[in-house]
């Protein structure tokens, strides 16, 4: 029994160290605000309620995870704050892929409307702002 736990214990911890030493991919975060159009935002999330399949798809194709949208209200108006995790190597020809695919496309023509990009963004024809972050607790 000791001459096989001399073998056993060995593999164990060979085994245990490997997985820890298994690369994570880099991840980039991301995160933007919107404006919400009031008269528009029960459509907005009727449509993040059930998003289109072949959008999500094209997300996780152009390795988008953890993508989260959140609404709130501040000072009587409505914003949305964007976040998502990249674990790509190319975010520029990655969102150019995105940008390209007809599905998204339609999908931009239900959702943009809803939006109200703040005077930074739509000064350079954009709907979020970019945020930066401060602070992250991994």
């Given at each position: 029994?000791?001459?096989?736990?001399?073998?056993?214990?060995?593999?164990?911890?060979?085994?245990?160290?490997?997985?820890?030493?298994?690369?994570?991919?880099?991840?980039?975060?991301y995160a933007w605000v919107t404006?919400?159009?009031?008269?528009?935002?029960?459509?907005?999330?009727?449509?993040h309620a059930y998003p289109w399949q072949s959008v999500k798809r094209t997300l996780k194709e152009i390795h988008i995870q953890n993508f989260s949208i959140n609404k709130c209200e501040i000072d009587g108006k409505l914003y949305l704050f964007a976040y998502l995790e990249y674990t790509g190597t190319n975010f520029e020809a990655d969102m150019k892929q995105m940008a390209a695919d007809p599905a998204t496309q339609a999908w931009w023509k239900e959702t943009d409307p809803c939006q109200?990009?703040?005077?930074?963004?739509?000064?350079?024809?954009?709907?979020w702002s970019d945020m930066k972050e401060v602070f992250h607790l991994q």
């Open positions: 029994m000791k001459n096989k736990l001399n073998y056993a214990l060995p593999l164990l911890a060979l085994v245990v160290l490997s997985g820890c030493a298994t690369p994570q991919p880099h991840v980039t975060r404006g919400l159009k009031p008269e528009k935002a029960a459509r907005y999330e009727e449509l109200s990009p703040l005077p930074a963004a739509a000064a350079k024809s954009k709907i």
